[in-house]
C-alpha cells in the first residue's frame, strides 16, 4: 500500500509533526518505527491526553487494573508510566507533553460523588463515568459528561499545532473502541486537512477497524515496516504495561498500519 501524495511529500520534509496519544504507551505501541525513523530530521512531539488517576474507592474494573499492572496505588502508577513514557519517547528522540486528563478507568461524576456521601465509598461504580470495563469503557460510547473534554481538548490541540508549527497530526483511529481512543479521535477529526490516523497495537490483533469511520472520511491504508528488535526495546520501556499487553512474553511481529485521506 503506496504512501498518499500529501504525506509522501511531508516525508520529504524536515517538517514537525505532533502525535496524540490516548494513553501512557499507545503512540509507542502503534508508531514508533515511524517516529525513530523520522525523528532525525524533523521535530516530533508526543502529546498523551489521559495521564492521571484517582484515588480510591475505585471500581472493579480499576481495581482489576491496578492488579493486572501488580500495583495497589493507581496515583502512584500514573506517575511511575510518565516516567516510563518520558524515557521511551526520549530513546526515540521525541518530546513528550503530558495533558493531565484523567482515565476513563477513573473518571467521575464529581457532583453525583458529593450527593452521595457515603454510599459513593461503598458503591463506586454509581459515581463513574465508566463503572465497568466492558459495558463501559470498551462499548465505544463515549458519556455526554465527556463533550466538554472533547471540546477543551480540541482547542488545546489547536493551540498546540499552532506553536509546534506541526504539518501533520497523528491520532488514534478507535479500533477496539476503548472511550479515551474515540476521545482522542474525535479530536483529530477537527483537523481534517493535517490529521493521519494510526491502528493501535496490538488490539488491532484481535480487532478491526470501524468501517462506517472509514468511509465517512474516505481514508485508506497504508503501512511503514517494523524493525522487531529495536521496537521491541521502545515497548519494553513501559515496564508496567507490557507484561500485561503479552503476558507470553512474545510481541507479534507486524507492520505499522495508517489511515488518511487521499
Not at 22 to 30: E, G, I, K, Q
Not at 78 to 102: I, N, P, V, Y
Request: charged content about 20%.
Amino acid at each position: 500500500m503506496a504512501v498518499p501524495a500529501r504525506l509522501e511529500n511531508s516525508f520529504n520534509t524536515n517538517s514537525p509533526w505532533l502525535f496524540l496519544s490516548p494513553h501512557l504507551d499507545d503512540a509507542v505501541l502503534s508508531c514508533a518505527s515511524l517516529m525513530e525513523s523520522s525523528a532525525a530530521r524533523r521535530d516530533i512531539t508526543v502529546a498523551t491526553v489521559f495521564t492521571e488517576a484517582q484515588p480510591p474507592p475505585h471500581t472493579r474494573a480499576a481495581r482489576n487494573f491496578l492488579h493486572q499492572c501488580a500495583r495497589r496505588d493507581a496515583v502512584s502508577l500514573f506517575e511511575d508510566r510518565k516516567c516510563e513514557d518520558e524515557t521511551a519517547l526520549s530513546g526515540l528522540g521525541a518530546r513528550h507533553l503530558h495533558f493531565g486528563a484523567t482515565d476513563a478507568l477513573f473518571r467521575q461524576r464529581h457532583k453525583v460523588k458529593a450527593a452521595l456521601g457515603p454510599v459513593a465509598r461503598m458503591l463506586p461504580e454509581l459515581v463513574h463515568l465508566y463503572p465497568t470495563y466492558r459495558f463501559d469503557i470498551a462499548l465505544g460510547r463515549v458519556s455526554r459528561n465527556d463533550r466538554p473534554l472533547v471540546a477543551q481538548l480540541r482547542h488545546r490541540v489547536s493551540d498546540l499545532l499552532v506553536q509546534s508549527e506541526a504539518e501533520l497530526l497523528f491520532c488514534p483511529l478507535g479500533v477496539g473502541r476503548h472511550v479515551d481512543h474515540l476521545i482522542t479521535r474525535a479530536v483529530g477529526t477537527a483537523f481534517p486537512g493535517r490529521v493521519v490516523y494510526y491502528s493501535e497495537f496490538p488490539y488491532n490483533q484481535t480487532s478491526s477497524p470501524d468501517g462506517r469511520f472509514l468511509r465517512k472520511h474516505r481514508l485508506t491504508a497504508w503501512t511503514w515496516a517494523t524493525e522487531p528488535a529495536r521496537k521491541e526495546k521502545h515497548i519494553y520501556q513501559y515496564g508496567s504495561q507490557a507484561p500485561a499487553l503479552f503476558p507470553n512474553g512474545s510481541i507479534p511481529v507486524v507492520p505499522e498500519t495508517y489511515f488518511s485521506a487521499e
